[in-house]
């Protein structure tokens, strides 16, 4: 059964920074695409960093493109997230989501869309306070 796992929360300081990862058991990561989700209580799930499965198409939800950054280690498979100048207002749980791309012309691809990934992982908590 493929898993994901989610590491890497925890607690920072405003200003600070977390590196979140994402790692796969039981498929490889070159084959999927990869988005990073995160659901605050009583807000919907929102996509806020994408990679296609060959790892060279990024994108970011608009809000954050200067403060995340997505990447992918292809020989550890795994994806990181980077949270750089964190607020208070990033507490919240944060997601992992793979999406299986067929075919070359594909592997470039992001997809935004929280309904087109097949698989989750359970979320790490991240909570930025003083």
């Known amino acids: 059964q493929p898993q994901l796992v989610e590491s890497g929360g925890g607690l920072a300081q405003p200003g600070g920074s977390l590196t979140l990862s994402c790692s796969a058991s039981?498929?490889?990561?070159?084959?999927?695409?990869i988005g990073w989700f995160r659901q605050a209580p009583g807000n919907h799930r929102e996509g806020i960093a994408f990679?296609?499965?060959?790892?060279?198409?990024?994108g970011y939800l608009d809000s954050e493109k200067d403060r995340f950054t997505i990447s992918k280690d292809h020989a550890g498979n795994t994806v990181y997230l980077q949270m750089n100048n964190l607020r208070p207002e990033d507490t919240t749980v944060y997601y992992c989501?793979?999406?299986?791309?067929?075919?070359?012309?594909?592997?470039?691809?992001?997809?935004?869309?929280?309904?087109?990934?097949?698989?989750w992982g359970r979320g790490t908590q991240v909570t930025v306070s003083l």
């Open positions: 989501a793979a999406r299986l791309v067929e075919g070359v012309y594909s592997s470039g691809y992001i997809y935004r869309a929280e309904f087109l990934y097949q698989y």
């Open positions: 039981g498929f490889s990561l070159a084959n999927y695409a």
């Open positions: 990679i296609s499965s060959n790892g060279e198409g990024t």
